[in-house]
């Protein structure tokens, strides 16, 4: 499904380049469920942008879905993330004042295709992460997993086969950051390809894959042998006050 | 991302920030409605200029006495005094398309009725001043041509100095004094309204036959002024060159030589008013006009702060498939609903304005579609013009900086 050939990215800041990723190839085959790896500086965001259609290659390829990312113009890569990527930041980057309904709809509203049944549809991606109740909710008014679970709804809604994660659980404490792997986790079992960052190895090791950046480079490229469950560590914590009320 | 979704979603935005956006609004607000009430005042005047001259009749010509040059010094029109009454039969008897010469004397005097008594301008006519100067009769009579012939010692008294001298009582068939002399009021002009003409209020004034004020009165040899009535407007042209070539006869101005007098024709003075009221409104609108831009300039300062404050929501949409373009237009319709509403508010405040104004001072105020068009379209460009600089800073944003921009 993604296949990544010799790719590199060359920043250049005033007189000084800065090579973030040097000639990494790598595939990933759909329904899979990958962890990024790697210490900062080590070319892991930069890969994750450039996977993600919202950075440009200096040079290498970059095919998804048998076509040819690299060269694309603005609107054609846009197009892409609108379709078939579905991006979640460490930030949440939620709009601010915008209420969860809204967020979700945001996505559907530069889909040039299907204009029906948008509320219905954003309705039932916040159900998938279940907060549909809080749907008329702004982000100030949600805790941060909530806001995390409102950025995957919006990454949801118009349905795309590969979903990310940049450091999606970096602001989150354990028992949350545990609810939204495990949103991942049942996104990857209904069939999605699942990538994430992190540098977190408890986090990673939800993952089936992990790949581990540094310097540029893809120095290592493992599947994980004993998979953690988000249900089954959940289970085993302490039953805490429950967030949701700490909020509102 | 279609146009009703870009307004909806520019509307939330602006949304978001009421009290800057209704500010920035007020700009332009302020822009078009001083656009609206400059225009609405300088087409008003030139209606009026244009009433009055066509009140006068536009069938009329002026004759001036020249202007003196001595040394190569040009005095100005009318520095020397040479039009006599002799001229004006001249040009009667000498010019087939004239049908009345009308020539006129005036100075200033005291009239006095029993204890009252008032300062006011003495016109010396003849009968046909009536229909050259588009004066109509209240009551009584005008004097008629054996009475101008035999300086008679009679007044038609315009209806301003009558209430003056009379308060409300009928003023014809009363005796005056102008400068002494005993004066007769045969007639009663009709009210033509305060400052309606040119050179003093046409209904504060008393006209004698003119051989009366010439000769009984102020001992003039000269005329002010010959008004001639032209058979139509058709022939004010030739109208004009025959009065030219009697007076340069009468005068014995020897040919090439340059006239010593001045025609002009009502035509001549519609262009003239039309060109001075055009260059008020021009420049009374032009400083409206100014307002307009720095409501402009507001705009783009507030679209630019808008920009760089929502970057990272900028680069939020874009990471979920805004293009370019569709950020572009978020941004462009924001500015442009900006100074649509303020356009819209604005036309009605200057519309309030402009009739507040007209009740308080009384002038004529003339709001035309043209103006209110204009204004609005020009709010409308301003939009387009301040809105697009920072709508393309905004979707010229790289995607991966806008999201880390804190």
Known sequence: MIKIEHLSKTYHLGDISVRALKSASIEIGAGEFVAIMGPSGSGKSTFMNIVGCLDKPTTGSYTLDDIEVAGMSDDALAMVRNQKLGFVFQTFNLIPRQPALKQVMLPMMYDAHTKTDMTERAITALQRVGLAERMHHKPNELSGGQQQRVAIARALVNNPRIILGDEPTGNLDTRTSEEIMQIFQELHEEGKTVIIVTHEEDIAKHAQRIVRFKDGHIVSDVQVKDRTSAVAVLASLPIEEDEEEETV | ?406
């Open chain 2, 1 to 406: 991302m279609n146009l009703l979704e870009s307004v909806y979603v520019a509307l939330e935005g602006l949304k978001a920030n009421k009290l800057r956006a209704s500010l920035t609004m007020l700009g332009i607000i302020i822009g078009v409605g001083s656009v609206i009430a400059m225009l609405a005042i300088g087409q008003g005047m030139r209606k009026k200029m244009m009433t009055q001259i066509e009140s006068m009749g536009t069938n009329v010509l002026m004759v001036f006495s020249g202007s003196t040059s001595r040394g190569g010094v040009m005095g100005g029109m009318g520095s020397r005094q040479n039009l006599t009454l002799d001229d004006a039969d001249a040009i009667l008897k000498g010019c087939p398309s004239i049908i009345n010469a009308v020539p006129e004397a005036s100075r200033n005097a005291q009239v006095k009725y029993g204890n009252k008594n008032t300062n006011t301008s003495i016109l010396g006519s003849v009968p046909a001043f009536l229909s050259v100067r588009n004066f109509k009769l209240a009551d009584g009579r005008v004097f008629n041509e054996r009475e101008v012939k035999a300086m008679q010692k009679v007044a038609v008294i315009g209806p301003t100095t009558a209430t003056n001298l009379f308060g409300t009582s009928n003023p014809v068939g009363k005796i005056i004094s102008i400068k002494g002399s005993k004066f007769k009021i045969i007639g009663l002009l009709v009210a033509k309204g305060a400052s309606s003409g040119f050179g003093g209020d046409p209904d504060d004034q008393v006209v004698v036959p003119v051989t009366t004020a010439m000769r009984r009165l102020f001992g003039l040899r000269y005329v002010r002024s010959i008004n001639l009535e032209a058979k139509s407007m058709d022939v004010m042209d030739v109208a004009t060159d025959e009065i030219k070539k009697v007076l340069r006869k009468t005068h014995k101005i020897a040919d090439g030589a340059d006239d010593d007098f001045t025609v002009r024709n009502q035509a001549e003075a519609m262009t003239m008013a039309s060109d001075i009221s055009g260059m008020i409104t021009a420049f009374l609108g032009g400083i409206a006009a100014i307002s307009l831009l720095v409501g402009g300039i507001g705009i783009m300062n507030i679209m630019l702060v808008s920009v760089t404050e929502r970057t990272r929501e900028i680069g939020i949409r874009m990471s979920v498939g805004a293009r370019r373009h569709d950020i572009q237009t978020q941004f462009l319709v924001e500015a442009l609903v900006i100074s649509f509403v303020g356009g819209i508010m604005g036309i009605l405040l200057g519309v309030l304005i402009a009739w507040i104004m007209g009740q308080a001072t009384g002038w004529t105020i003339a709001i035309t579609p043209f103006s209110v068009i204009l204004s609005f379209g020009f709010s409308a460009l301003i939009g387009i013009v301040f809105g697009i600089y920072p709508a393309l800073k905004a979707s010229r944003l790289d995607p991966i900086d806008a999201l880390r921009y804190e």
